[in-house]
């Protein structure tokens, strides 16, 4: 018979090594490819200053792509290849049956801060009525950890919590903490959490406001800790919940598509070097007590003081001291709200680029693991990238206007356009092959030709989405050198319009640039104009697409036809019935 705990051959670090290197340099070669691809397009004439310029661009955009682009094609052949690619990509969870019996105290810590407290309570009653009745709640005390500042949401907190003690009285032990300064935003908050209390429990699983979870997912997450004490932490997939928003449908139907090769592929190379996202996962606290506390960055905000985006940090510290961080690739019991609203999305991504921008700070720290270090390398290029293609862009138009040659559209640029697309949507595309030749995967996401339907509608969605952010991150790097910073605060999570004034305050300069570019592709051949044109007409229709897109007809009616569905809309899980939402309703 064979020992469950005996170490899995994927887990084997001269594999892990071999991968390791085999990624590097599939990577490597492919950027090298683009790169030469560039330098035949821009050499014809010789090469000056203008497309030097161009060539270090385009190599600073490069990284990210490639690794999307490999990710993908080899979670595409994981998905193809292994019946079961979960307990290949995470061997831990090859050790678990699913009867083994709960032993270790598990805190459910929920971390909010002027939030709707009917919604985030809602969210943790479900997963205590659940516990509760599959016998385990003794196991599970419930922490929450308040960062409110708004009195009434603070009065309201409080009495929710007392909702929280007289329904599970005496079965559930539940405690609620404000602080009355949010000192180290999230991360000081869970701080002071394990000073105080982290010795009451072995392992902790993390909550957003928004965090929904099951108690088959609660419970498969302790039991795989249970049989890992190499495990430091363990992260589960996050999908987003159905929405009748009609930007929030698109967006997480093609994150739902991306997210599974993305994610298979990132976690063949990566292995015990995982990532965190700071929530949905569990995470053995007596390590991450001693070990993950972050430092003060030098320097004023927005790139110095306390670590805003905490969590790779954290990752990168609990591999520093010897324990695994994995991914479990499995897509149930898990969820999440996205943003309802382009604007609500901009102000989420610009808070989260600032807090990734301080990790340059972080590069040189003691003791890193190569694979740790280069993953705080790629979370800064993931918002470089985005203002060196804006640069980029710029600077093809401005010498197709000048000069008027049709370069961009010569062999040599148009394989560098066509490659830049590809890598780009290689996530997507890759899933959505895999789901369209399976009958059982068509059918959750609505049927074969709902999807075809609904991919075509999110390419045209994220390319002009991708125009948008990219001018967004743009103005967020030069504010920086002005030491200007986004707040941090509560979301907005309801499908609701927005005003052609709001829109108009927010996205008039996308709109005047988007105007500039649109007169400097005027100049451009046919070919190089539609090029060009399929990169920037995000930001010249930013106003009407933030409007169009928050529309809560346009919502309902693509709900009601289910297009852009997610497979809980189809097979929706009893976790997810029981919130009532307006996207399942028909």
């Not at 108009?504 to 051949?525: C, D, E, K, M, S």
Request: glycine fraction near 8%.
């Amino acid at each position: 018979m064979t020992d469950p705990t005996a170490a899995h051959p994927s887990a084997d670090p001269a594999r892990i090594a071999g991968r390791r290197r085999l990624f590097a340099s599939a990577v490597a070669l492919t950027i090298a490819l683009m790169l030469l691809a560039m330098i035949a397009a821009v050499g014809p004439g010789g090469i000056d200053a203008l497309d030097v310029t161009m060539i270090v661009l385009l190599a600073a955009t490069l990284p990210w792509s490639a690794i999307g682009f490999w990710n993908a094609a080899i979670g595409f052949w994981l998905m193809r290849r292994l019946p079961d690619p979960t307990g290949y990509i995470c061997p831990p969870a090859a050790r678990v049956t699913g009867f083994e019996p709960i032993v270790a105290r598990t805190a459910l810590v929920m971390c909010i801060r002027n939030e709707a407290p009917e919604r985030v309570f809602g969210n943790l009653r479900r997963l205590m009525d659940a516990l509760a009745a599959r016998g385990e709640a003794a196991w599970f005390p419930v922490h929450i950890l308040s960062d409110t500042d708004d009195d009434g949401f603070a009065r309201a907190e409080a009495a929710a919590t007392d909702e929280l003690r007289a329904r599970h009285a005496g079965a559930f032990a539940v405690h609620y903490r404000r602080r009355a300064v949010n000192t180290g935003f999230k991360a000081g908050n869970l701080r002071d959490f394990l000073k105080t209390s982290g010795h009451t429990a072995e392992f902790m699983i993390t909550l957003d406001a928004d965090s929904l979870m099951s108690a088959d997912r609660v419970l498969r997450l302790v039991r795989i800790m249970q049989a890992a004490p190499e495990l430091g932490i363990l992260q589960n997939i996050i999908t987003g919940l159905p929405s009748a928003s009609a930007f929030a449908r698109i967006f997480q139907f093609g994150m739902r598509l991306g997210m599974r090769s993305y994610t298979l592929g990132s976690a063949w190379w990566q292995a015990d070097c995982g990532p965190y996202w700071g929530h949905n996962a569990i995470i053995r606290i007596a390590p991450f007590r001693d070990h993950c506390h972050l430092p003060t960055l030098p320097g004023k905000p927005p790139l110095g003081g306390e670590i805003l985006s905490h969590d790779q940090v954290e990752a990168v510290f609990m591999r520093r001291a010897g324990f695994d961080v994995r991914v479990l690739p499995e897509e149930e019991g898990s969820f999440e709200e996205n943003p309802t609203t382009l604007i609500e999305f901009v102000r989420r991504d610009l808070r989260w680029c600032q807090g990734n921008m301080q990790y340059l700070n972080l590069l040189r720290l003691p003791g890193i693991l190569p694979v740790s270090r280069v993953q705080l390398v790629l979370a800064v290029l993931m918002f470089i990238g985005l203002p060196a293609w804006v640069a980029l862009v710029g600077l093809v138009i401005a010498r197709l206007a000048i000069s008027g040659a049709d370069w961009l559209a010569a062999g040599p640029a148009s394989f560098v356009w066509a490659m830049v697309i590809l890598m780009t949507y290689a996530p997507r595309w890759a899933t959505l092959i895999d789901v369209l030749l399976h009958a059982p995967a068509r059918r959750r996401f609505g049927g074969g030709l709902r999807v075809l339907a609904s991919a075509v509608v999110e390419t045209v969605f994220s390319l002009g989405l991708w125009s948008i952010m990219a001018l967004a991150h743009s103005r967020l790097m030069l504010a920086f050198a002005f030491g200007r910073s986004v707040g941090w605060d509560g979301q907005s999570r309801d499908a609701v319009g927005v005003p052609w004034h709001l829109a108009w305050h927010n996205l008039r300069v996308h709109t005047l640039i988007g105007l500039v570019a649109l007169f400097g592709l005027a100049f451009a051949p046919p070919a190089a104009f539609w090029m060009g044109f399929a990169v920037t007409f995000g930001c010249l229709l930013a106003v009407p697409f933030a409007i169009v897109t928050a529309t809560p007809v346009l919502g309902r009616l693509m709900a009601r036809h289910r297009l852009a569905a997610i497979p809980e809309e189809i097979d929706t899980p009893p976790e997810v019935a029981a919130l009532d939402l307006p996207a399942l309703r028909r």
